[in-house]
């Protein structure tokens, strides 16, 4: 969709790059997450767009500019300004530069709706954890590739469906424009009865809801724990540490990952009779995590082995180790799957191809909203 040069109100040179610099003064892009550099760019410029920072008619750096601005390559500033093109978010005038476009959400989707083929991905945001949405992301790509979908994934940050921060995706839904979803991170009251009351077919990725018969492919939490314990204790591990990410709270109905790792954790422990000091279990957010690790590493009866909530945790806990000169081994609920520490992985790959899978049956009718596919843990590699 092409719209008239003449639509759009320009500013006048002078104020529009002294906005494009405050705009992109404190963008940098984040090499500690597996995301493209491009990605990071588009995703950048999209959420100034959505939030109406940017509005139709402004003007972006020209690659040139932009590229040594965020230091990356004019190339990789090109592959996001054209992946925003393709979505109708921007446009690009001969001898003029790069604008954004008007009329954001038919533009986007315009595709969308003489298709009538696509997926949307909500994830609550990319952080320390992204060595989990990489794999994750790719296997949903494969799958709806292979169906013939076009995939959208959407940051929903700390915000509800039905806060104004997320009114694109909600006008989305209820247009008609998506025909289904995959949603990884937890949701209040208020997004579950929306989503009901929406009837767009929907499947949770890795999110338990105790008591509810959502749909849903989740990891056996409690399995690779058991299995990392058994193969310690087979192996004369009493000392055993447990370092991970935040349980949930009393006002969110779903079971995070740390709620099932310590669930099993103690069971296993007790029912071998082992000793557990209360320092050597530290749940925490990735924020305070340095912190909590040291806690494990300096109480009084030192553990033999930590196991870690994932990579970005096992690699905090590596640091601390050297830095302290203990011997402590580190065990991984590994997240990528080129982890080289001993212990269990994700199948995280594996989740967005089944979740994608099940989304698809309940879209052709062919599966009941109350489907709950649980996956095994990957195999384990003991370093013993």
């Not at 009114?167 to 009901?196: H, P, T, V, W, Y």
């Not at 899978?357 to 990957?378: C, D, F, H, Q």
């Amino acid at each position: 969709m092409l719209f008239a040069l003449q639509s759009y109100i320009v500013l006048p040179e002078s104020k529009q790059r002294a906005m494009n610099r405050t705009m992109f003064k404190n963008f940098k892009i984040d090499k500690n997450v597996p995301l493209p550099a491009y990605w990071q760019i588009k995703e950048f410029i999209k959420g100034k767009i959505d939030s109406g920072d940017m509005s139709s008619g402004d003007r972006l750096p020209s690659e040139l500019e932009l590229s040594r601005n965020i230091k990356v390559s004019p190339m990789t500033v090109r592959h996001a300004f054209s992946e925003l093109v393709k979505k109708g978010l921007l446009e690009r005038f001969q001898g003029k530069g790069t604008f954004v476009s008007s009329e954001k959400v038919e533009a986007e989707f315009e595709g969308a709706v003489v298709s009538s083929k696509n997926i949307g991905v909500l994830i609550k945001d990319f952080h320390g954890e992204d060595f989990y949405f990489q794999p994750m992301i790719s296997g949903i790509e494969k799958a709806c590739a292979a169906a013939g979908y076009s995939l959208h994934i959407h940051k929903t940050g700390n915000h509800g469906l039905l806060d104004l921060e997320n009114s694109l995706l909600r006008r989305l839904i209820e247009g008609g424009l998506l025909q289904g979803l995959l949603i990884n991170g937890a949701l209040n009251s208020g997004d579950l009865k929306f989503l009901s009351k929406s009837g767009i077919p929907h499947v949770f990725l890795d999110n338990e809801y105790p008591g509810k018969n959502y749909p849903a492919v989740l990891i056996d939490d409690r399995a690779a724990v058991k299995s990392m314990l058994k193969t310690l204790f087979d192996n004369g591990a009493k000392r055993i540490g447990l370092f991970c990410g935040v349980r949930s709270t009393k006002k969110e109905a779903i079971a995070k990952r740390a709620d099932r790792m310590a669930q099993a954790y103690h069971k296993a422990m007790n029912k071998n009779n082992l000793y557990i000091d209360d320092d050597w279990i530290q749940i925490c957010v990735a924020d305070e995590a340095s912190k909590a690790v040291q806690r494990i590493l300096k109480a009084k009866k030192t553990p033999e082995v930590i196991i870690a909530y994932g990579d970005s945790y096992a690699n905090i806990a590596l640091r601390a180790v050297r830095e302290l000169d203990v011997q402590v081994e580190v065990w991984n609920y590994a997240d990528s799957e080129n982890s080289l520490l001993p212990g269990v992985g994700k199948p995280v790959r594996q989740l967005g191809e089944c979740a994608m899978e099940l989304l698809l049956s309940l879209i052709k009718r062919e599966k009941l909203n109350n489907v709950v596919i649980t996956l095994p843990p990957a195999d384990s590699q003991s370093h013993f």
